[in-house]
């Protein structure tokens, strides 16, 4: 059993919020197509976020709750604490759909943290109380069950298979439940049955975790980890072709293919940083990796603050104070060089701000 603290999943956490807030942060109403998402089915690099980050959540908590319970924690108070976190990420999640106004009535309910939080209580009380076999087993069997209901189950209006924003299932179940507290007006892409596979990309980390745990030579996890990668992104795409890869449906297909990306990712950070030793370019990320929620949510908060200060640009168009700075500091770019060099500015700015933090050891555990 592996004691020591694995640097790498910190810098994996760290990239994968770093590239949150580029792809959360354009300066100005375009972007590159990789640093926004897929129009509908397909992958762009903004596509692997969110699925990396609940994909690191799983190999987390599994560090997180082995380590306490060798310290003698039970079972029931992990329990607890397990369910008061998920609480506190779900409702900052609340807080942060419903900033600056709080409409109720309207509010979205879904959201990234709501997600986050639902994957992880799943997927903990998993490692808690079942064994890895029954975990492993339970990816295929979520995959399968989610692509036959939405390829099989007869939406009104639109019959069975449809997998169009308003036609799928998984949209209809929202407008159904959730009418009035979504993100779009047909659909949301975090909806309530599209979380289900989203559970199996935190148990592909929750396995890729106890894979880690093993006392295995370094060469053998690498090499594990490598091929199944190979082999779900091998299956992803050949299941594309009846279930397409869909990030807002988040579907068996997407679930395979990102989280075999996951693990390439994952088993590089491993052999550069705690096989191979090298780490000083992982340190900036191990800043935002620590503070990882923290991060999240204050770029939003602070994103939807700028969105509120309305300004007159050049142009004489109305805008908001970030399209003024992008357009005063980046002006003599490209829209969309302009709109990406905003974008990094923003992410050093919050890296900035955290590495103080950092500094002085202050880590905002939620």
Same mark, same amino acid.
């Given at each position: ?6 640097? !790498? ?21 375009? =972007? %590159? ?7 509908? /089915? ?8 969110? $699925?990396?980050?609940?994909?690191? *959540? ?24 397990? !369910? ?16 600056? @106004? %709080? ?21 903990? +009380?998993?490692?808690?109380? &079942? ?8 990816? $295929?069997?979520?995959?399968?069950? %989610? ?20 036609? /799928?299932?998984?949209? @209809? ?36 975790? *106890? ?30 072709? #009846?279930? $397409? *890869?869909?990030?807002?449906? #988040?579907?068996? =297909? ?15 950070? @491993? ?36 969105? +509120?200060?309305?300004? &007159?640009?050049?142009?004489? =168009?109305?805008? /908001? ?20 060099? @905003? ?14 933090? %950092? ?8």
């Amino acid at each position: 059993m592996e004691a020591k603290r694995l640097r !790498s999943l910190d810098v994996f956490r760290g990239l994968t919020i770093a590239a949150m807030i580029v792809v959360n942060s354009p300066g100005n109403s375009t =972007s %590159y197509a990789q640093l926004d998402h897929s129009a509908w /089915n397909g992958l762009t690099f903004t596509d692997l976020v969110f $699925p990396f980050f609940i994909f690191i *959540v799983g190999v987390s908590l599994v560090f997180s709750i082995s380590r306490r319970r060798d310290e003698g924690q039970s079972d029931s108070y992990l329990i607890k604490q397990i !369910s008061h976190r998920t609480l506190i990420i779900f409702s900052l999640g609340l807080l942060l759909n419903g900033f600056p @106004y %709080y409409y109720f009535s309207i509010i979205r309910v879904p959201g990234v943290l709501q997600r986050i939080a639902l994957t992880y209580f799943i997927a903990a +009380l998993l490692f808690l109380k &079942t064994r890895i076999r029954t975990q492993a087993l339970l990816v $295929p069997a979520i995959l399968i069950a %989610y692509w036959v209901a939405m390829t099989r189950v007869p939406v009104p209006g639109f019959g069975a298979g449809d997998l169009s924003r308003e036609g /799928n299932l998984a949209a @209809y179940i929202d407008r159904l439940i959730l009418h009035g507290h979504m993100y779009r007006t047909v659909y949301d892409p975090e909806g309530l049955l599209s979380t289900l596979p989203a559970v199996a990309t935190a148990i592909f980390g929750v396995l890729a975790g *106890v894979w880690l745990r093993q006392p295995r030579a370094d060469k053998e996890k690498l090499l594990g980890m490598t091929g199944a990668g190979t082999a779900f992104i091998a299956a992803g795409w050949i299941w594309n072709c #009846w279930f $397409p *890869v869909n990030k807002a449906l #988040w579907t068996s =297909s997407y679930v395979l293919v990102t989280g075999g990306l996951a693990l390439y990712l994952l088993a590089l950070c @491993y052999r550069l940083i705690d096989v191979k030793g090298i780490q000083r370019w992982g340190k900036p990320f191990e800043v935002f990796g620590l503070n990882a929620i923290a991060v999240y949510l204050l770029h939003i908060l602070f994103l939807k603050l700028q969105n +509120l200060w309305h300004i &007159t640009l050049a142009d004489g =168009s109305t805008g /908001n104070i970030r399209f003024w700075i992008t357009e005063h500091l980046f002006g003599r770019l490209s829209p969309m060089n302009a709109s990406l060099c @905003y974008a990094l500015a923003y992410t050093l700015f919050w890296y900035l701000i955290f590495q103080a933090l %950092y500094r002085k050891k202050i880590f905002i555990k939620i």
